[in-house]
């Protein structure tokens, strides 16, 4: 069950959390979703020459996390992306489990929005991407059914 927080709800420095791991499958469906096919996130030989020292995910599945957490946890469903500030830290490998972190830095009655100070973290508790989120909170109440994903076979694609 999804449920948001309104914008009436939402309180400065009110705090929220979601975590997801990098997988194989997650680098390969992102790459045939966004069209980024560099080889430092598809080619481990590539990958391995690199300062790197093996494939990373890309930058922007990192940041999708920020979007996740803002559509799925805080505010939740009904919320607007409205902008976003990005600085990546370190890079993200197969396997690591990423844990952004949102806080509520300000709200503006007028317009309905607020502003979320977004962080990611690996398992390790590095710091991996940070930035400043731009919401319209949503004004309306929500509680739905979290949508299921479609089963889909990467090697049929």
């Given at each position: 069950?999804?449920?948001?927080?309104?914008?009436?709800?939402?309180?400065?420095?009110?705090?929220?959390?979601?975590?997801?791991?990098?997988?194989?499958?997650?680098?390969?469906?992102?790459?045939a979703a966004s069209g980024d096919t560099n080889p430092i996130h598809m080619d481990e030989e590539y990958?391995?020459?690199t300062p790197f020292g093996g494939r990373i995910a890309h930058g922007i599945w990192t940041a999708?996390?920020?979007?996740?957490?803002?559509?799925?946890?805080?505010?939740?469903?009904?919320?607007?992306?409205?902008?976003?500030?990005?600085?990546?830290?370190?890079?993200?490998?197969?396997?690591?489990?990423?844990?952004?972190?949102?806080?509520?830095?300000?709200?503006?009655?007028?317009?309905?929005?607020?502003?979320?100070?977004?962080?990611?973290?690996?398992?390790?508790?590095?710091?991996?991407?940070?930035?400043?989120?731009?919401?319209?909170?949503?004004?309306?109440?929500?509680?739905?059914?979290?949508?299921?994903?479609?089963?889909?076979?990467?090697?049929?694609?």
């Amino acid at each position: 069950m999804l449920t948001n927080f309104t914008f009436d709800e939402l309180e400065i420095g009110q705090t929220a959390s979601y975590e997801k791991t990098l997988t194989e499958r997650e680098i390969i469906l992102f790459a045939a979703a966004s069209g980024d096919t560099n080889p430092i996130h598809m080619d481990e030989e590539y990958a391995n020459g690199t300062p790197f020292g093996g494939r990373i995910a890309h930058g922007i599945w990192t940041a999708s996390l920020i979007s996740a957490a803002i559509a799925n946890v805080m505010p939740g469903p009904g919320s607007i992306y409205l902008g976003q500030t990005l600085k990546f830290s370190r890079p993200v490998k197969i396997g690591d489990t990423i844990t952004i972190q949102l806080e509520v830095t300000e709200k503006n009655e007028k317009r309905k929005r607020v502003s979320i100070q977004c962080s990611g973290s690996n398992q390790d508790g590095k710091q991996i991407i940070s930035g400043v989120a731009e919401v319209q909170a949503p004004t309306e109440k929500l509680s739905l059914d979290t949508p299921v994903l479609p089963s889909i076979d990467i090697a049929d694609s």
